[in-house]
């Protein structure tokens, strides 16, 4: 009998029926909210926590602290707790209150502090100066290599090895990272595409971030393509997947969709699959549905 940890993964993909007007292409999403904890971001904590274990990084008593914008804070929580770990989450204070209770009911400690480029900071400076164990998914290999692992040969295989284009929000880098690895490496054609708030844009899992917070573990060279998505064009399209196709996720699913959309716009023909973050209860303390 599985537990679960077991569960992690091999999430369903759902074609998209009514927004893509483009008989020639095919959409799918990567329904990641079908994760035991609620996201994408399962896959990332459970291999940066795990092989942290195997490595000897992480013993009996260690102390865990990680800035987090929601979902990783979350599931860290929830994986930490299995392996009787403590942790410290850091997030900003505007995130949703469904977020910050998610991760105390796991038995997280969690601070909040202004913004995300702070709770960085924060973490980073307790993982030096206080004992405690930074587990840095911005810069962590484990991130992107649990979707190496994961994430890219489970569309390659689900999609019988027909994908054409895969698209992703930016946050971490760590899911496009990986999957552009994996993808590359069975057809260098498959063209992989990020996507990044407009400047004034805020968007809940997408990041334009200032240079100097640049993810370590991103590298400009294995996307080919950022397309730039409003918060309003997230918003609406979140609005529209719940509506329209019965696909209930947050804003920056919502923000790859509509890139995902208007890649397929123009297409000739095409298989694209965008991820779906997580699951729209997430939100629902704030104005996203509302």
Known sequence: MAGIIDLIGNTPMAEL??????????????????????????????NMIRSAIERGD??????????????TGIALAMIASLYN???????????????????EAFGAKVTLLESIEECRDYAEEKGV?????????FANPDNYLAHYKTTGPEIWRDTEEQITHFVSSM???????????????????IQIIGCQPTEGSS????????????PKIFDPLRVDRVMDIAQEEATLMSRRMAKEEGLFAGMSSGGAC??????????????????????GDRYLSSDLFG
């Open 258 to 279: 509509a890139a995902a959309l208007k890649l397929a716009g123009e297409l000739d023909k095409g298989t694209i699959v965008f991820i779906a973050c997580d699951r």
């Open 85 to 103: 770990l403590e942790i410290e989450l850091v997030m900003p204070a505007n995130s949703t209150r469904e977020r910050k209770v998610t991760m």
């Open 171 to 189: 946050g971490t880098t760590g899911t496009i990272m990986g999957c552009s690895r994996f993808f590359k490496e069975k057809d260098n054609d």
């Open 58 to 71: 992480i013993a009996p008593g260690t102390k865990l602290v990680e800035a987090t914008s929601g979902n």
């Open 203 to 214: 968007i809940p899992g997408i990041r334009r971030w200032p240079e100097e917070y640049l």
């Open 17 to 46: 029926q009514k927004l893509n007007i483009n008989p020639a292409v095919r959409v799918f999403a990567k329904l990641e909210g079908n994760n035991p904890g609620g996201s994408v971001k399962d896959r990332a904590s459970l």
């Open 129 to 137: 100066s206080k004992g405690y164990f930074l587990l840095n998914q």
